[in-house]
């Protein structure tokens, strides 16, 4: 038994959300953020500075085109500088990011709810800002398309045996997953926000006075001016949300598509961080040539990403008081897993380090030497002091769950890490084998403008998620919580539905619990269609609702050997047939550099196929659908479970429904018969 | 009837596929026209003949006279230049006949002046691109291969759109286009069916280079 500290406020809470949590307050608190827009003042404050850096990388890359890379002060020998080195940096923190919040999908973790969304726009955003750097440092960058596989008047193919092609399959790959992930997650979410903004918009007419339309008409413009927003918003979500009502099928498949597309970006991360390294391994170079730099390069990333996860989390639990969704319990986590992936990253370097140290070759010796004082020794000290030795801080549990603590070392070991990368590019480049190329590289106003400016690219895209999305995963903060809504002892709003031909009739619950028993019994007394509608899925819905498996995911395996296979085939078609060409003496058919952009087509064309096979396969999008015409539908995406007997067949009669339901022992809150 | 608490119409999902239809369609439709726009014959200004200071007409002049491409055009056979013909090739016969047509005018003041005529350029190709006319000639490939009937053009035009294509075909498959040392500036010669053997004797006749070496970036790029 570990003795109990004295002091309390260094333990860990028990639970990892407030306990006083509830489905209702999760959607508020978060929604309240999208909606009435809390520190409004800070926020314009950052998105000035957002769209100030903004300006200054169109300048530098107007500049850019202007002029050529040569204002980036890159030389000859040191053709990749700055524009290199921000990019595997961003890479970095996006895959990091996705990787992240991708495995512990996987895994189960409890902890992801308050993480995922923060990982997945980081993710996006950082990919967008990477993804410029490849095509502004070609020299003629209006012809970046020319590394994309397509039919030319050139009768030419991107060589597939040359590494440098890898980034641009790797890069369009991970964007589509990245997105495909981010866009499933926020789904529901999505949902979530389309009815509680219509929720807002019927309160704020019900706020305005009724008298007040006479004697105050100028309150009453406003509410309704309010109420107009809202519905505007409501409009908006709604077509980003594509119709998503909840239904039991709708999850089952959902589940599925969120699942493999996580696996599938794993596989992305993977295979674009050990291709990077490899763009560089492959070579000769000194401090290149190595076997561990794809470790180093994963390990190197990972530690980014929950790096920049952390800073974003702690910034936004202080700046929209979320400190019952984001508990000192992620914090403690993410902290360990930074100290965690710290000492990972460390061991890489070191026992790269030491491999050299002990082998004879003496240019590789020139190369460490270089690194550890030479003229750009400040950024290796700096990957020492600023990524490796801040993190050790988290062996302490009062460091780890020390949100100042946490934003400083996150920060740091960003700053670190983007050293890793310098270090990694500039110092090796700056002399190889021959004296003459050996020249010295100092860092232009321009590199450092147009990395700036991309810093800016990023904050602005963040910003802009945060003011108008969900900010965290609303569906996977729930998770966490008991799948029971409010208490409602008011009997709810009684509609007969009038003459109108019925569409089916419905019922709704507080408790997940007795809306699957009611799903379960109206199903077996076979009175028509049933379905469930719920804010989250129900791992009873599918056996309640008799749906079978469903193995949705049978579609992403295939589109993903279908894209991976085609790929290969048309790189050895390329490369062995097509377009013949002697490179570095490499076989006509060198198979190996074809598996990077094959796994990285793969895993976008799964993505992408598990995406479209969801939304298909669920009749998405869908945005006038009768069970929108279910009284109080708004709630079955915040704290209520319906259960609907569609009129289909002969055997449908609402009284029998209506006379099924009221034997329950869960009674619903409140029956109607929904007009079509 | 109760007010719909819908919040989207009936009509909306019709609205949102057609958007939705009209995006895909729209790409798939941009691609389609940036592609077929670029490899158009307006695209590369094929089969245009600019204006030029005196309506010279290789039809009359190399067809109908029979003068020979390299009476005018004398450095082809030798050099990267065909050559341009000074007003002093013009002033060979046009001293002595033609003397005072209109038409001539320029050509005339050419002389008197002492100063170039001005012709747009027809053909080009790009400055990074290393063309070199005298060793296509010596190695068999004609005249018209390139440049289309010439002595059937009235004006001068671009018969062929001088895509990196255009001339990869070629270096990948001499054998293909390469004819006899008699035939190269003969306006009408074309492939027979005996082309493939006689092509590649031809190629190893002239010792022309392997596939892989004529398609090396360096033979046009340097």
């Known amino acids: ?676 | 009837m109760r007010p719909s608490r819908q919040l989207f119409g009936p009509g909306a999902d019709a609205y949102l596929r057609l958007a939705l239809l009209c995006g895909a369609g729209g790409l798939l439709l941009l691609l389609v026209t940036i592609g077929a726009v670029s490899r158009s014959a307006w695209f590369y200004g094929v089969g245009v003949a600019p204006e030029q200071p005196v309506p010279f007409s290789h039809k009359h002049h190399a067809g109908e006279l029979g003068i020979d491409c390299r009476y005018c055009h004398i450095s082809v056979e030798h050099a990267a230049s065909p050559g341009l013909p000074p007003t002093w090739t013009c002033m060979t016969c046009h001293s002595q006949i033609w003397t005072t047509a209109p038409m001539l005018a320029p050509v005339r003041d050419s002389l008197a002046n002492d100063e170039p005529l001005r012709w747009k350029r027809v053909n080009r190709l790009p400055d990074y691109v290393y063309f070199n006319h005298g060793i296509h000639i010596a190695k068999g490939v004609g005249c018209s291969s390139c440049h289309g009937e010439v002595d059937r053009m009235q004006l001068t035009f671009r018969a062929k759109a001088f895509t990196m294509s255009f001339c990869i075909t070629c270096h990948r498959a001499p054998e293909r286009f390469v004819r006899p040392a008699s035939e190269v500036f003969d306006m009408r010669w074309q492939p027979g069916v005996e082309q493939l053997k006689q092509g590649a004797a031809l190629v190893r006749a002239n010792h022309i280079r392997s596939a892989a070496e004529l398609t090396d970036c360096s033979i046009c790029h340097r």
């Open chain 1, 1 to 676: 038994m570990r003795p109990v500290p004295d002091d309390l406020s260094a333990r860990l809470p028990p639970f990892l959300l407030d306990p006083r949590e509830d489905y209702a307050s999760v959607e508020r608190r978060i929604a309240r953020v999208a909606f009435d827009h809390p520190g409004w003042r800070g926020w314009w404050i950052a998105m000035t500075v957002a769209v100030g850096l903004l300006g200054v990388l169109a300048v530098s890359v107007g500049w850019l085109l202007i002029e050529g890379v040569g204002v980036w002060g890159n030389n000859i020998p040191v053709t990749w500088a700055l524009d290199i080195v921000s990019y595997d940096w961003w890479i970095g923190i996006a895959t990091g990011a996705f990787a992240l919040s991708a495995a512990s999908l996987l895994l189960g973790s409890a902890a992801r709810s308050a993480l995922s969304r923060i990982a997945e726009t980081i993710a996006v955003m950082a990919t967008v800002s990477a993804g410029i750097y490849p095509i502004i440092h070609l020299g003629r960058p209006w012809f970046f398309f020319w590394n994309l596989p397509y039919p030319n008047t050139l009768l030419l193919w991107p060589q597939f045996r040359s590494p440098l092609v890898w980034d641009a399959f790797d890069i369009v790959s991970f964007l589509g997953v990245a997105v495909s992930f981010w866009f499933v997650g926020m789904l529901p979410d999505l949902a979530t926000l389309r009815d509680a903004a219509i929720t807002r918009a019927r309160e704020a007419l019900r706020r305005a006075p009724a008298e007040a339309r006479h004697e105050a008409p100028a309150q009453h413009g406003m509410a309704y001016v309010t109420a107009a927003r809202l519905v505007r918003r409501a409009h908006l979500y709604g077509i980003a949300a594509l119709g998503w009502r909840g239904s039991a099928a709708h999850w089952q498949r959902w589940a599925q598509c969120y699942r493999t597309v996580a696996l599938f970006g794993l596989f992305t991360v993977v295979s674009l961080q050990t291709g990077a390294a490899v763009m560089y391994a492959g070579t000769v170079e000194p401090g290149w040539h190595d076997t561990m730099l794809p470790a180093e390069f994963v390990a190197g990333a990972l530690l980014q990403g929950v790096a920049a996860v952390t800073a974003g989390a702690v910034v936004l639990r202080w700046c929209f008081g979320l400190d019952g969704l984001i508990t000192p319990r992620h914090l403690s986590l993410l902290g360990g897993l930074m100290l965690a992936l710290g000492l990972l990253d460390l061991y890489c370097h070191a026992a790269s380090s030491f491999a050299v140290a002990i082998g004879t070759n003496s240019f590789e010796h020139q190369a460490d030497a270089r690194r550890l004082h030479g003229p750009h020794g400040w950024a290796f000290w700096g990957v020492l002091a600023l990524a490796f030795a801040p993190v050790q801080l988290f062996w302490f549990r009062r460091c780890r769950i020390a949100p100042v603590m946490l934003l400083g070392v996150s920060l740091c070991v960003l700053a670190g890490c983007w050293c890793d990368h310098f270090v990694t590019i500039v110092d090796t480049l700056q002399h190889d084998f021959l004296p003459s190329s050996a020249q010295l590289y100092a860092i232009g106003i321009w590199g450092a403008a147009t990395f700036l400016g991309s810093t800016g690219l990023v904050l602005s895209g963040l910003l802009l998620a945060v003011r108008y999305l969900p900010v965290l995963s609303i569906l996977g903060t729930r998770y966490h919580l008991a799948p029971v809504g409010r208490r409602s002892n008011a009997p709810g709003p009684k509609e007969d539905g009038g003459d109108a031909p019925l569409w089916g009739v419905s019922a709704e619950f507080d408790q997940a619990g007795d809306a699957i028993a009611a799903a379960t019994a109206l199903r077996r007394q076979r009175l028509g269609r049933v379905d469930l509608y719920s804010p989250v899925p129900l791992s009873d819905a599918p056996d309640a609702l008799a749906l079978g498996s469903r193995p949705v995911w049978l579609i992403g395996i295939a589109a993903a050997l279908l894209g991976g296979i085609g790929t290969f085939t048309m790189c050895a078609y390329a490369t062995g047939i097509d377009y013949v060409f002697l490179i570095g003496g490499r076989p006509r058919f060198s198979w190996p550099s074809f598996v990077v952009p094959s796994l990285s087509f793969a895993t976008v064309s799964g993505a992408v196929a598990m995406l479209l096979a969801m939304l298909v396969l669920n009749r998405l999008p869908r945005l006038n659908h009768p069970a929108f015409n279910i009284p109080g539908f708004e709630a079955a995406t915040d704290d209520r479970f319906f259960v609907s007997v569609e009129a289909d067949g002969d055997r449908f009669d609402p009284r029998a429904v209506e006379a099924a339901l009221r034997m329950l022992a869960g009674r619903p809150i409140s029956v109607a018969r929904v007009p079509r």
